[in-house]
């Protein structure tokens, strides 16, 4: 079974920074879409970023947009969500998500209901 593990949360005060990671078990990245999701409590979950293999066609949440930068490794075995001038609002449950996607096109990194491999999520809290 295929498992994604995050690494990286934690509490940090507004204004601070969280740079989180996510690698898989048992393959890299290597033709894949992947993003970061995050559900606070009571919220329904949302889509932080998205990219695919290599860098290309990065997407953002309007409400992270400068904020969040969302990588790869050079050995495409973990993706990153560099998180600065974190806010309250970012406090959640961030979960990383992957799918093979041998052919990219525009916009295909952004249907969210294509994700087949998640992690278990890493807390994020930030405080005023």
């Known amino acids: 079974q295929v498992q994604l593990v995050e690494s990286g949360g934690g509490s940090v005060q507004a204004g601070g920074s969280l740079r989180l990671s996510c690698a898989a078990s048992?393959?890299?990245?290597?033709?894949?879409?992947m993003a970061w999701f995050r559900q606070a409590p009571g919220k329904e979950r949302e889509a932080v970023a998205s990219?695919?293999?290599?860098?290309?066609?990065?997407y953002y949440a309007d409400s992270v947009k400068g904020r969040f930068t969302i990588s790869q490794s050079s050995a495409k075995d973990t993706v990153y969500l560099q998180m600065n001038s974190l806010k309250p609002e970012d406090s959640a449950m961030y979960y990383c998500?992957?799918?093979?996607?041998?052919?990219?096109?525009?916009?295909?990194?952004?249907?969210?209901?294509?994700?087949?491999?998640w992690g278990q999520g890493t807390q994020v809290t930030v405080s005023s």
């Open positions: 998500a992957a799918v093979w996607t041998p052919a990219v096109r525009l916009g295909i990194c952004a249907a969210w209901d294509r994700y087949t491999d």
């Open positions: 048992r393959y890299t990245f290597s033709s894949h879409c």
């Open positions: 990219i695919y293999t290599g860098g290309v066609l990065p």
